[in-house]
């Protein structure tokens, strides 16, 4: 297999030091997009959301990761599969998430419930288009919906 060269094109600024489980949501973050992609960001600030793709640094690499976990380490949701999970251990340390896009000043964007950490590399931006985006057709087990309503036994 070809060897896979990424280069950061910005810089994640938040309050977030360490990796944590959950909590996002209030997060606000500045991303700061080197200043020789500033004009690709043009138009950007016309859409809601956007998706962050970015370098989770701070996750364990150069060990494989559990075939399976439980998701968020709770043992009282069922063991499965880690691609079944959005847990940090990845064979390639990527995150992407979908956050609200508040605010757009020249390079740097303002965005909210960006789940990375201070200093994390953002490897790409896409506009999040519903059309595209948001399948009408969503399935998901049971054991998501626990996730968010019942607290950590």
């Known amino acids: 297999m070809k060897q896979i060269v990424l280069k ?3 810089i994640v600024s938040n309050e977030v030091k360490e990796p944590k489980r959950g909590g996002w949501d209030d997060v606000t973050s500045e991303i700061v997009i080197d200043e020789e992609w500033e004009e690709h ?3 950007l600030e016309e859409f809601s959301h956007i998706i962050v793709v970015f370098w ?3 996750s364990p690499v150069g060990t494989r990761p559990p075939g399976k976990i439980h ?3 709770r043992a009282d949701l069922p063991l499965v599969g880690l691609f079944a999970t959005r847990a940090p251990y990845r064979p390639n340390p990527l995150g992407v998430s979908v956050v609200r896009l508040v605010e757009r000043r020249g ?3 303002i965005v909210k419930g960006l789940d990375a950490i201070d200093d994390t590399p953002v490897l790409d931006i896409k506009s999040y288009m519903t059309p ?3 399948p ?3 399935r998901m087990p049971d054991w998501v919906s626990k ?3 019942q607290p950590r036994p």
């Open 107 to 109: 390079n740097v964007l």
């Open 41 to 43: 960001l043009e138009g």
């Open 71 to 73: 998701p968020r380490g």
């Open 147 to 149: 996730i968010r309503t």
């Open 8 to 10: 950061p094109i910005g």
């Open 132 to 134: 595209v985006d948001k």
């Open 56 to 58: 989770m640094h701070k």
């Open 136 to 138: 009408e057709d969503i």
